[in-house]
């Protein structure tokens, strides 16, 4: 950038604040930075930089841009800025801001200010930066790490985005070993890429504060996610006030796939959201019961949830993406890892309102969601199952340590629901002998299997006096319980057949 001093002598690269204190300086055409002749540049070290009404390089008085030798750039033209206060993004020589007065141009071969996001990319106002800066830790930093959940909410998205970025200064609590895996994931880090990504894959991108952003992973804490990529058309918050996580084992058995299914179907019909993992046996099934059903899920992904894993099922977590959501921390394309399987689970926990584990043994993945619930005061079910089956024992563990156990979706319900929701009572049938009265059934009991009996016989078992037998005997005659034979009593056919299938019940 060339400059004049007002008698025609060029000064060379005013960026750079190369004039003298309290030297005039105005922009010569061809810059790509226009400022008219009425406006007023020092350009010294320590002094202030204006530019009035009109100019390329438009930032708000007091709100400048500071460039690495102190100079201070401000406008007095109304024009706004790109560059938010707290984002200090650094102007070097031969590198104009950005600017959003109507210009929007950058100096230098349109190189703009350094971001969070990347190198030459204009940081935008507010929320945008915010956003960019979120995507940007999106990549940089793993999914649940509470230290870096900590420098998020102490000092920023924004600032935590640029001290990577730039390296200086050194964010704290970290060794030099992570702090350098840090810096060389930030500097391939591209937020502008991801999102543009993401757009082609029909993803969209949450962050907190936003209206779609479930209130409830606030719990979380310092390991709440940054963000969260969103595929599907719901309106994930209103999805998750009432959701149910179905987990299990991989590698379920047939009763468990069962369950599961079966669950999850009822839960769809009394209009739950199911959500699970997307992963093999026991999440799989839930998902499919749910889809079958013409329910609501949602699978949360441990990577990209552009790229479907297990590759296995492609199909199924394509099919919920169009009936459901498919949600995940991770940017597009980022791979899964065993550790973020088990960081992933407490998403899952803190999304629902109850986790049901239905198989799962002693070393369960799911077990970790349980225990993410309980932790987070969400209940914790689960459904039991063979005592022999070491696929079992961790939900038989988990029902020891005071989960709930629940067999059908009702049951889940009557817990999770609101007030009001309850399952039925569970009771056998009502036998035809559950109609009389004690003493006649005392009378019926006394009663040989075989052959008949005579009214003293039968008073003396059930304990009674024969004149009491005999007004029992006629009456239970009248039900077709029993009959006359002479001077005996015996069993009818009937009675006989009623008493060995429902044998418990009389």
């Known amino acids: 950038m060339t400059a004049s001093d007002g008698t025609g002598t060029a000064i060379p690269d005013a960026t750079g604040a190369t004039a003298s204190e309290g030297t005039k300086v105005t922009a010569s055409d061809g810059t790509g930075i226009a400022i008219p002749d009425a406006t007023g540049v020092t350009?010294?070290?320590?002094?202030?930089?204006?530019?009035s009404g009109g100019s390329g390089l438009a930032a708000p008085g007091g709100a400048g841009t500071t460039a690495p030798d102190g100079v201070r750039t401000s406008a007095s033209g109304g024009a706004r800025p790109s560059v938010p206060d707290r984002a200090h993004p650094s102007v070097r020589?031969?590198?104009?801001?950005?600017?959003?007065?109507?210009?929007?141009?950058?100096?230098?071969?349109?190189?703009?200010?350094?971001?969070?996001g990347g190198a030459g990319v204009s940081v935008p106002d507010g929320a945008d930066s915010e956003r960019l800066a979120r995507v940007f830790l999106s990549r940089v930093v793993e999914p649940g790490d509470e230290t870096g959940g900590r420098w998020v909410r102490e000092l920023g998205a924004v600032a935590v985005a640029r001290r990577l970025r730039e390296g200086t200064p050194r964010l704290p609590g970290v060794s030099d070993k992570?702090?350098?895996?840090?810096?060389?994931?930030a500097?391939?880090?591209?937020?502008?890429?991801?999102?543009?990504?993401?757009?082609?894959?029909?993803v969209r991108f949450l962050c907190p504060g936003d209206t779609e952003w479930p209130a409830q992973l606030n719990d979380?804490?310092?390991?709440?996610?940054?963000?969260?990529w969103v595929r599907g058309r719901p309106h994930l918050r209103m999805w998750a006030l009432r959701s149910v996580a179905v987990v299990g084992a991989r590698a379920c058995t047939e009763y468990g796939a069962h369950m599961a299914a079966t669950l999850a179907a009822g839960l769809a019909e009394r209009g739950w959201v199911v959500v699970s993992g997307g992963a093999y046996g026991v999440d799989g099934a839930a998902h499919r019961g749910t889809l079958a059903g013409g329910g609501a899920t949602v699978a949360v992904l441990a990577c990209g949830v552009d790229r479907p894993y297990p590759r296995g099922h492609t199909e199924l977590i394509n099919r919920v993406a169009q009936q459901g959501l498919v949600i995940g921390e991770l940017p597009p394309g980022d791979h899964?890892?065993?550790?973020?399987?088990?960081v992933r689970n407490r998403v899952i926990?803190?999304?629902?309102?109850?986790?049901?584990?239905?198989?799962?043994?002693?070393?369960?993945?799911?077990?970790?969601?349980?225990?993410?619930a309980q932790r987070l005061g969400r209940h914790t079910m689960g459904v039991p199952g063979p005592a022999t089956s070491a696929l079992s024992a961790g939900v038989h563990e988990l029902l020891r340590g005071g989960a709930v156990l629940v067999t059908d979706a009702a049951e889940i319900v009557e817990l999770v629901g609101d007030m009001g929701e309850l399952a039925p009572d569970r009771r056998g049938p009502v036998l035809p002998c559950d109609l009389l009265d004690a003493d006649a059934r005392q009378v019926l009991a006394a009663l040989p299997g075989h052959g008949t009996a005579a009214p003293d016989d039968i008073a003396r078992d059930a304990r009674t006096t024969p004149d009491d037998v005999i007004a029992r005997l006629y009456e239970l005659r009248s039900l077709g319980y029993v009959e006359r034979h002479g001077e005996g009593w015996r069993l009818t056919r009937q009675a006989v057949i009623s008493a060995r299938a429902d044998r418990t019940g009389c």
């Open 336 to 342: 899964p890892t065993p550790s973020r399987f088990l």
């Open 43 to 51: 350009a010294s070290q320590g002094t202030k930089v204006t530019a």
């Open 187 to 202: 500097e391939r880090a591209d937020p502008r890429r991801d999102l543009a990504a993401a757009r082609e894959a029909g």
């Open 220 to 228: 979380l804490g310092d390991a709440r996610p940054t963000g969260l």
């Open 349 to 372: 926990a803190a999304l629902t309102r109850g986790t049901v584990v239905v198989e799962a043994a002693h070393r369960s993945g799911s077990l970790v969601t349980a225990r993410a």
């Open 93 to 116: 020589s031969g590198a104009g801001a950005s600017t959003s007065g109507g210009a929007g141009a950058s100096a230098s071969g349109g190189a703009g200010a350094s971001a969070p």
């Open 178 to 185: 992570r702090w350098a895996g840090l810096r060389a994931r």
